[in-house]
């Protein structure tokens, strides 16, 4: 079953780097992984703040597997820190523009899947969930989203203004998004009447990481995967 194949060893990749426009006309480039069939909805997937690791990619062929055109813009710009190297992830995640990244870079990102008439949704991994939310209010190309524990400071994306239904998927130990957190992010969305399904799960920030044995869920990780999958197939078709 495609749920079980290995999803981060470099000669699985079924991808291709490309270069696609942003809005304002500058190159930017990511990881494209194409569905078998040609018409195909899509979905932009964003990085965790490590950059666009080969787990990102991994998951770019899986979403191609389940359907759907994936692609992953390189937010960082070819930057890619080691998982170790916390203190290098935290750095770049904030010297990033989050709003350029979002309404430049990610944005075309989803006008390159739209171009032939698809449908397209966004999700996103820690720093990627925060710029889903985002996305979710400025991005006009979006269908629909999958937040994985991430939420932004709410000056930069307040529930209110999400124009997108949602899913979110966070972990009750998780020490940056923390439950308060979700509870009031949840809180706010039901108060502004947007769509949201959302789910918590007893893991540790980044679950879905395959790569990061000393957190990842396998469990946890495949029940938030079927569970986004027939979320994006629902609402792109």
Known sequence: MAANLPLNIPEEFMGTTITF????GKDAHGYLA??????????????????????????CDRFARAGFDALAP??????????HDTDAAGREM???????????TVRGAAQYLARNGAKVGLTGFCLGGAVTIIGATKIPELTAGVVFYGIPPEQAAKPADVKIPLQAHFANKDDWCTPQLVGDFE???KAAGKSLELFRYDAE??????????????????????RATEFFKKHLG
């Open 21 to 24: 426009k942003r809005p304002d």
């Open 34 to 59: 194409n569905a078998a069939r040609g018409d195909a909805p899509g979905v932009v997937v964003i990085q965790e703040w490590w950059g666009l690791q080969d787990q990102i990619k991994g998951m």
């Open 74 to 83: 390189d937010l960082y710009k070819g930057t890619v820190v080691p998982y």
């Open 94 to 104: 904030n010297s990033l523009d989050f709003m350029d990244a979002t309404t430049q």
């Open 187 to 189: 809180k706010a969305m």
């Open 205 to 226: 920030h980044a679950f879905v990481n395959e790569q990061r044995m000393s957190v990842h869920d396998r469990q946890a990780a495949e029940l938030a995967w079927s």
